[in-house]
């Protein structure tokens, strides 16, 4: 198969990290006879430097027109006090409009070789934590109306929390496809005891469970889903809910495992083209100093082949990889414990590759 990547390393550790899950890429490509071209877009504070914009439309055009996106991270102090819309993180917002990605998607895994990395108790941690959280990004309170005004003489503040049945409809199906390719369990989180906005939205997904009936759906509400994230993570496969509940939700599992190196992350809308990155930032603290952890980029890349290529055993082999690096004793610095091999970032992405078998 060949695909088009457009490949953005960005700023800080960006470029040290994109060029580890490069590696592992070009080595299934090797392997299982793909062809993978990538095309380099500037965006963030490298395009604010290099064109006076955070992503300028013609690197927003190669992103669009490609079978999906890799992304490193953006932004740094260094563009800290430039106007408003020309930070760098404009530029990854327009990107998100401009590929039209409405879900995302973060996995909370512990791996069971970093189980003392978790906050949680071992015995929790020992049931095994692996879970989705797909969220809806582009709409409910943080895209309805917001005003402030006065109101018989008190300050008042309103936001409003809209969704059309549609706009669930779209993102229900990524959480059942997603609970497809996975464990088949979807829970669809919401407040329906008290929002109108969470009754509509449980009708969608009851509706759509009709055509999916290899998943099995189960309802939860937000709170109760807030303290079952730490209770017993272990009973979720996927977990899908509106924007601000997945915010908050979604930070609260990546916490859980401990180490915010190793998590991906991916982005999708109607199509198949998806934006896939690492969680964290590009931690301009250690940058350039080759021992950034790669791990959640290369993990992203693993994801954009399951989710976007369709390519399983290619994301099962890069996940193994990593799996046996870690057996192996290895550890970038943030996850380093003793009597581990420290690595650097490259030697990192070397290892990995090197460990990838068809
Ligand atoms: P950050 O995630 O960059 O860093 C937080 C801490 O985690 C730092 O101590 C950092 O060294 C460490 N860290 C992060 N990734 C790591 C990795 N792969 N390996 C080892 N250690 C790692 O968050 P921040 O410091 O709040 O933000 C730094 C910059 O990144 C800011 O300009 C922020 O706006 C930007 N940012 C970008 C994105 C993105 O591009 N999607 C996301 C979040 C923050």
Known sequence: MTKNIAVIRGDGI????????????????ELYRHTFNYTDVDMGGCAIDKWGDPLPEEMLQKCVESDSV???????????????HMRPEKGLLRLRAGMGVYSNNRPAKIWPQLS?????????????IDFIIVRELIGGIYFGEHKTEEVDGVPTAVDILSYDEKEIERIGRIGFETARKRNKKLCSVEK????????LWKKVMHRLAEEYPDVELSDMLVDNCAMQIVKN??????VVTE?????ILSDEASMITGSIGMIPSS??????????EPIHGSAPDIAGQDIANPVGTILSAAMMLRYSFDMAAEADAIEKAVSDYLDAGYRTADIMSKG?????????????TGMIRK
Request: aromatic fraction near 4%; charged fraction near 20%; hydrophobic fraction near 35%.
């Open 14 to 29: 960006g470029p040290e990290i994109v060029d580890q899950a490069l590696k592992v890429l070009d080595k299934i490509a």
């Open 70 to 84: 890799l992304l490193g991270a953006v932004g740094g102090n260094k563009w800290n006090d430039v106007p408003g």
């Open 116 to 128: 003392d990395a978790s906050p949680l108790k071992k015995s929790i941690v020992d049931q095994g």
């Open 192 to 199: 329906s005891n008290v929002l109108d906005s969470s009754r």
């Open 233 to 238: 993570p272990a009973q979720f496969d996927v």
């Open 243 to 247: 924007n601000m509940f997945g915010d």
């Open 267 to 276: 982005s999708l809308g109607a199509t198949t083209c998806g934006l896939y």
């Open 340 to 352: 581990m091999k420290k690595v650097g970032c490259s030697e990192c992405g070397e290892i990995i």
